[in-house]
């Protein structure tokens, strides 16, 4: 069973609003924290969001706190990002990620594991 999959990515216009999914398989959807992270050759890779999925708990990268919303579906082993308000500067390679070692930080560690990514463009 592959451990993440996320859903095909969009092109958006600025200001608009797109929604990712990432399926977490069963072994992998346990009391763990899972995220979305996002790269650009000139930014390079930066966490954007990560939930604790026993208690709930959420952070953010301050860029986006206030537009973007991850949450989860606990039934369905599913991790969403709701992203609104889209800019430019958010268009990126965004990959779910689980197994991070420090939730609160947003931080990868040496258990985590990577979906394929998925492409977010959005245009001005």
């Known amino acids: 069973q592959v451990p993440l999959v996320e859903s095909v990515g969009d092109s958006v216009q600025a200001g608009g609003s797109l929604r990712l999914s990432c399926a977490v398989s069963s072994t992998t959807y346990t009391n763990n924290c899972v995220g979305w992270f996002r790269q650009t050759p000139g930014r390079g890779r930066e966490g954007v969001a990560t939930i604790a999925i026993g208690s709930g708990n959420t952070y953010y990268l301050d860029d986006v706190r206030g537009r973007f919303t991850i949450s989860q579906d606990k039934a369905k082993n599913m991790v969403y990002l709701q992203m609104n308000s889209l800019k430019p500067e958010d268009a990126a390679m965004y990959f779910c990620?689980?197994?991070?070692?420090?939730?609160?930080?947003?931080?990868?560690?040496?258990?985590?594991?990577w979906g394929q990514g998925t492409q977010v463009t959005v245009s001005s």
């Open positions: 990620a689980a197994g991070l070692s420090r939730c609160w930080a947003l931080s990868v560690g040496g258990s985590t594991v």
